[in-house]
């Protein structure tokens, strides 16, 4: 008998921690995918954030880098500067990438540094219990905001994918979801994508990747897939924002190019805004469990179950 699904070279035979329905054991799949596909797993160097993710180097079967708190693209880019010659990636998470870790994910891609990022957003904190997060919704509601994001006091979400498009270093930008059969694929070519843009010398690539958090949003597996699409969605638009069939070459280049035609060129970050801001509020499911009575009556449950 014929196996028609085996585990992909790239990931370690070793149970996960995470919890049911989490996107983080399917994104280390996907990754693991596209680096045996490219063919080069010999020459992968990952480097494993601190989050719900901080144990990908024991998940991962290639060489990996543990880096301090949202430090994996400064740690990313040493490895990179001193062997060249190897693909090198980074697997963050949102409290990770957009809080601690801002000002070295800005200035990786400002660089043009040539990495892959493999950011995931599930609009909180994961492992420290469903915290607010820079990906926080407007009006969602976390352990440290039970009454709801409120943008007068915490700001609007970031939109780290539409931030980077407005730097010249960059080779390819994208935004992928998770919830469905058909955006796993898309999410799984968008990978793929981030990992040619750097084997072909082009740049900075990063992939930002919608992922349900069930057990912090206090939802069934399920239930936290069709949350993630009504909601985040919409405030996250899906899309490609760079890339080297619009961006020749560099992000300067494509710069370059849309100024010798008389304007900027025109991407998705360009319909965002304001006006996202207020569609993603008034369309957020006010209905979403308070994170901080479901998550803790379900490790309750578990603990006295155990």
Partial sequence: MTAALARPEALAPEPMHYCPGCGHGLLHRLTAEVIDELGIREKTIGIASVGCSVFAYQYFNLDM?????????????????????????????????????????????ARGERI????????????????????????????????????KQAGYP????????????????????????????????????A??????????????????CPTNWGLKPVEALQWLEKNMVPCYPLGEFRSPSTAPGTGMA?????ANAGGH????????GAAANQTAEKRIDRNLPHASQNGAGRRKKGKEAS
């Fill in 65 to 109: 880098q543990q880096a301090a708190h949202g430090r994996a693209p400064a740690v990313a880019t040493g490895v990179k500067r001193v062997l060249p010659d190897r693909a090198v990636f980074t697997y963050q998470g949102d409290g990770d990438l957009a809080s601690i870790g801002l000002a070295e994910i800005v200035h990786a891609a």
């Fill in 116 to 151: 892959t990022v493999i950011f995931v957003n599930n609009a909180n904190y994961g492992m420290t219990g469903g915290q607010m997060a820079p990906t926080t919704l407007p009006g969602q509601k976390t352990t440290s905001s039970p009454g709801g994001r409120d943008v």
């Fill in 158 to 193: 970031l939109r780290i994918v539409e931030m980077l498009a407005t730097l010249d270093g960059p080779a390819y930008l994208a935004r992928v979801s998770v919830h469905n059969p058909a955006q796993i694929f898309k999410a799984k070519k968008a990978i793929r994508k």
């Fill in 195 to 212: 990992f040619e843009a750097q084997l072909d010398g082009l740049g900075f690539a990063l992939v930002e990747i919608l992922s349900p």
């Fill in 254 to 258: 494509a710069n370059q190019t849309a």
């Fill in 265 to 272: 060129e025109h991407t998705v970050a360009d319909d965002l």
